[in-house]
């Protein structure tokens, strides 16, 4: 960790510009391609499929990503797997010919999705590198803004250019913004200390995977407690609202795909507040107290599921959902960022990527299970998709209850 007190220094500043073109890329791509497959095939079983196929990767490989960032020059990854996404991009123009389809846009998913699986923990193992002890906390609210910028912005950027300029405009775009994203890369300097090699891959595979599940499990058994609350609401929660939401706007409501994309752009919003919050009280947040985030972002669900009981008109259905869940974006993003800093002060720096690849794999295990499941139950029970908020929120209750004795014990200053 470095001394320097100075938040906004050259390789922090210029990680977050990278950061800024790279996600807005990514988030146009990850906007446009799931919605072309609910538009043309109107199903939540294979929209919720796609998502969870989509995920697997970087559920998997996220560990290998934090091994391989811990041994190899932070920078030099940023710049390859960015180049090779921009590669990826002109390979999938090249092959689109009329409509793509529902194989080459999985495909396409499924790759972003292997090559987020090592870029994500190597950002995130760089913040404690590049900052100092104080200024950790201010530096993951300030990447975790760039992110809910970013989602803000690219479904808006990706309706504009789908509708007017067609889909390979969306390939293009995407490309262009990985290819400069690589280039900014090149200008950071991010410390690094290469550690022993070992000859077999396995023994290092083996030996990584044993350190990470040694410290999580033996050493900060509360980091393993706290993983198996964000997965159990990454079940239940996180994937109602990604499968969900779409389902009950567009295929519930019967509104327009603007309207939908206005929806994903209100979430970001929540996230970019989430993270203002976080740095605006840096000094005053609580993470003892996340239980009570927990419950209020519970409670969050019951206008949704009201709303939907009463049969309301569209409009104000979809004022009171979206609302409800740029609420729960807020307190969402507030805790992820909370618990990151609890774990980064925690963890030592030598083991960084490894650890916080770990623990993204245990604690995302479950998104594509829920998502799978809320795909099948919102194609069968959309016209009683209440009963489907208020189960929940009931189970939702009953973690919020069963981890206090967790949450109490979570210190970040």
């Given amino acids: 960790m470095r001394e320097n007190t100075e938040l906004f220094s050259k390789d922090f500043s210029l990680i977050v510009i990278g950061q800024i073109i790279s996600l807005m890329g990514n ?72 409509s793509p389809s529902v194989l080459t846009i999985s495909i396409v998913l499924i790759l972003l999705s292997v090559i987020q699986s090592f870029y994500q923990p190597t950002v995130q193992a760089s913040i404690p590198v590049l900052l100092s002890e104080d200024n950790i906390l201010k530096g993951n609210a300030i990447v975790n803004q760039i992110n809910g910028l970013s989602n803000l912005l690219g479904p808006i950027l990706a309706g504009f250019l789908y509708g007017f300029l067609g889909f390979m405009s969306i390939v293009i775009f995407s490309g262009i913004s990985f290819f400069i994203s690589a280039v ?41 407690k706290i993983i198996l609350i964000i997965a159990a609401f990454n079940l239940f929660l996180t994937a109602m609202i990604t499968v969900g939401l779409p389902a009950i706007i567009k295929g519930k409501l019967g509104l327009s795909n603007q309207l939908y994309a206005l929806s994903q752009s209100m979430l970001m919003i929540g996230t970019l507040i989430g993270g203002i919050l976080v740095g605006l009280l840096s000094k005053k947040i609580h993470a003892n107290k996340s239980g009570i985030l927990f419950l209020t972002t519970t409670l969050a669900l019951l206008p949704i599921g009201g709303t939907l009981v009463l049969n309301l008109n569209p409009i104000l259905s979809y004022v ?52 799978l499941m809320y795909g099948y139950l919102f194609d069968v029970m959309i016209d009683k998709a209440y009963l489907i908020i208020f189960v929940v929120v009931f189970v939702s209750m009953f973690i919020t209850i069963a981890s206090r004795r967790v949450t109490n014990k979570i210190i970040i200053s």
């Fill in 27 to 98: 988030a146009v791509l990850r906007f446009t391609l799931p919605l072309y497959l609910l538009d043309t095939t109107g199903s939540s079983t294979l929209f919720g499929g796609i998502l969870a196929i989509a995920i697997i990767p970087t559920i998997l490989l996220s560990p290998f990503g934090g091994m391989i960032a811990d041994r190899v020059n932070k920078r030099n990854i940023m710049i390859i797997l960015d180049l090779l996404t921009a590669i990826i991009m002109i390979a999938f123009g090249i092959t689109l010919s009329g």
């Fill in 320 to 371: 009171i959902i979206v609302c409800s869940t740029v609420f729960i974006m807020v307190v969402g993003t507030m805790f992820n960022i909370m618990i990151m800093v609890f774990i980064q002060k925690e963890t030592p720096l030598h083991i960084m990527s490894k650890v916080v690849a770990f623990i993204s794999t245990i604690s995302m295990s479950a998104l594509p299970l829920g998502q």
């Fill in 184 to 224: 900014i890369e090149i200008f950071i300097n991010i410390p690094f200390i290469p550690q022993k090699k070992e000859s077999n891959i396995f023994k290092v595979v083996a030996h990584d995977f044993k350190l990470s599940k040694n410290f999580i499990i033996n050493d900060k058994p509360i980091i393993f």
